[in-house]
């Protein structure tokens, strides 16, 4: 536990050696954190969670129930994950072949959301306040504010800071629910909050 605050473990739970896990932190039943991981403060840890070794958990994300975050996804603050979405860490595997030394890092960036029942393929970044639609499979890189769905996900349009989807009219948008302006890059189709 890192000073301060103590957070709370489920009795069903099991916290394994040497892991960091943040003041105010909930972990609920039936879930097991393994060591080497590390889970920032503030953090809801649903029912039936596997947090596997070296996974790291910024500040203040939220993970539904039935969720396994595998060896080499980084969530930075603020990430959500959806109930009994999928992360992969291995790009071919085979129960006769260890390829523990070819994980695949994926990054879930600052205030993404990843639906319910959605599949990260590893390797996959998936940008700032992002938003992956509930069944989708990310296949690719997914943009900072993309609204990305679908088998293969695609990208379907373009989300504010608050989740609410944006109407871009001559490269410009301000979300209709809490005001906030955005521009879209005319190099490169990118959108980022307007100073």
Known sequence: MKEGRPYFAHESSYIDEGCEIGGGTKIWHFSHIMGGSRIGKDCNIGQNVVVSPGVVLGDGCKV?????IYTGVVCEDG?????????????????FIERKSEYRKTTLKKGASVGANATIVCGHDVGRYAFVGAGSVVTKDVPDYALVYGCPAEARGWVCVCGEQLQFSERKAVCPACGRAYQMSERDDTVKESD
């Open 79 to 95: 990430v959500f994950l959806g109930p009994s979405c999928v992360f992969t860490n291995v790009i071919n595997p085979r129960a």
């Open 64 to 68: 539904q129930n039935n969720v396994s």
